[in-house]
Each structure stands twice: as C-alpha cells, then as structure tokens.
C-alpha cells in the first residue's frame, strides 16, 4: 500500500505533464483494471466534459489513446483534445490530441477531425 504523501508526489507528478503525455500515462495504467464478469466488460477511462456557460448541453467525450504506430512511435502533436470522432463500434463519442486513434473502451480504431 502506498501512504497518502506517496500518492500526492505520483498526482504532482501527473499534473505536471502536458495532456498528451498524461493522457499516454493513463493508456498504460487504465486498462489494467478492465473486469470481465456475468458477461459484461466494465473499464475504466478518461473522459473530456464541455460545458459552455451560453448552452445548457453537456459534450462527453472518451478520451482516446493516439496511434503511436500512425505517428511514427511518437504521442503525435501537443495540441490538446482538439480532435474529436465517433467510434462505429462502440457508438460513442471520442476526443484526443491526434488524428488517428483507439477507442479506449473497445480498441477500435477511430479516424478523428
């Protein structure tokens, strides 16, 4: 078990990083604590929440883990979630900083604009 000073050195570290970093952190933590269970898959996963102050309407986005393959072994550019998309597979809505990306709740690739 960690103490809680230990895990507020990891979250100070974690903060410090631009998304697109952290956001490559959280692809290799995240998925380890997929379930399978009673036939279903519950994971966990990053989400972006976009509120305007003008427009009553929630935007939810999975945050998806970049093609590192697409982009040359590289996180792709830091430009925050700029990028957004849909997964066909999953019908849900995604965001990241690359074009080219996994949908962090089934694998799919997703082509985002």
Excluded at 8 to 31: G, I, K, N, T, Y
Excluded at 61 to 86: K, M, P
Aim: glycine share 6%; hydrophobic share 35%; net charge negative.
């Amino acid at each position: 078990m960690s103490t809680d000073e230990e895990r507020d050195r990891l979250a100070e570290q974690l903060a410090a990083l631009p998304v697109h970093e952290l956001v490559d952190v959280m692809r290799r933590v995240l998925p380890t604590y997929t379930e399978d269970r009673y036939g279903m898959r519950t994971n966990v996963v990053l989400a972006s929440v976009t509120r305007c102050d003008q427009d009553p309407e929630t935007i939810l986005e999975l945050v998806a883990w970049v093609d590192r393959d697409h982009y040359d072994g590289s996180l792709g550019i830091d430009q925050g979630l700029w990028e957004n998309g849909h997964c066909s597979t999953c019908d849900i809505e995604v965001t990241s900083n690359g074009k080219r990306a996994f949908c962090p709740a089934c694998g799919s690739a997703v082509a985002l604009t």
